[in-house]
């Protein structure tokens, strides 16, 4: 598949109701400054779709985005940034587990990872979390510009061992040179085709 429209929808600190709601979801998660928002842009070669910065904690709320005006693509606040309050962290994360536990559209998460450094604490935790709700997820590990093609899969060999996963289950992307681009839309693709996830069909009975 290709991204040939994309638009942002709405951003929102608790999750609920908004235009359009109804269509298949797919959740964009990760640490701070792991890249999610560049991935978004270079995903939909949008370079401004998504805000960037260079300051980790940029995204503290549900954006939410409309893609081909078949699904929306939601990123969530980022994770693990030291500089946020106690206060903070722990309304980001009620913040998320709300979304988790209340979209009834969810059909999967992408978990972004920086394919140079292994799974922080906050990783591992977002992995169980997923495993425990029945949430499927695939692991995008990140920045894969900054590591030579022979070297990534002794970078992805401790991401597989702290997040239980196989090496060809990991996406390898690059945001700058669009490595992984492909397949992470084919995953798209395949996602869009599954069935919606039966917690979300009992709840909707």
């Known amino acids: 598949m290709e991204i040939k429209k994309a638009e942002f929808v709405t951003s929102m600190a608790d999750y609920g109701n908004f235009a359009g709601k109804g269509l298949k979801q797919i959740a964009v998660a990760g640490k701070s400054n792991v890249g999610k928002s560049s991935l978004i842009n270079s995903l939909c070669r949008r370079n401004k779709l998504a805000k ?3 300051t980790p904690g940029k995204t503290k709320l549900l954006n939410v985005f409309l893609l081909n005006d078949e699904f929306h ?3 969530l606040p980022g994770y693990g940034f030291a500089k946020v309050d106690k206060k903070e962290k722990a309304r980001w994360g009620k913040m998320m587990q709300d979304y988790f536990e209340k979209s009834e559209e969810l059909q999967h998460v992408f978990c972004l990872v920086d394919i140079r450094h292994e799974p922080t604490e906050d990783d591992k935790n977002m992995n169980a979390f997923l495993r425990q709700m ?3 997820f695939t692991v995008i590990a990140t920045k894969a510009d900054k590591i030579s ?3 990534r899969m002794k970078h992805i060999a ?3 061992r702290a997040l239980y996963v196989q090496p060809w289950e990991i996406i390898c992307y690059s945001s700058e040179d669009g490595a992984g681009r492909d397949q992470l839309l084919a995953k798209i693709e395949e996602v869009l085709q599954e069935e919606v996830p039966e917690a979300a069909e009992a709840t909707e009975e």
């Open 52 to 54: 960037t910065s260079a």
């Open 73 to 75: 693509l939601v990123d």
């Open 134 to 136: 029945g949430i499927p």
């Open 149 to 151: 093609r022979g070297a």
């Open 158 to 160: 401790p991401i597989c």
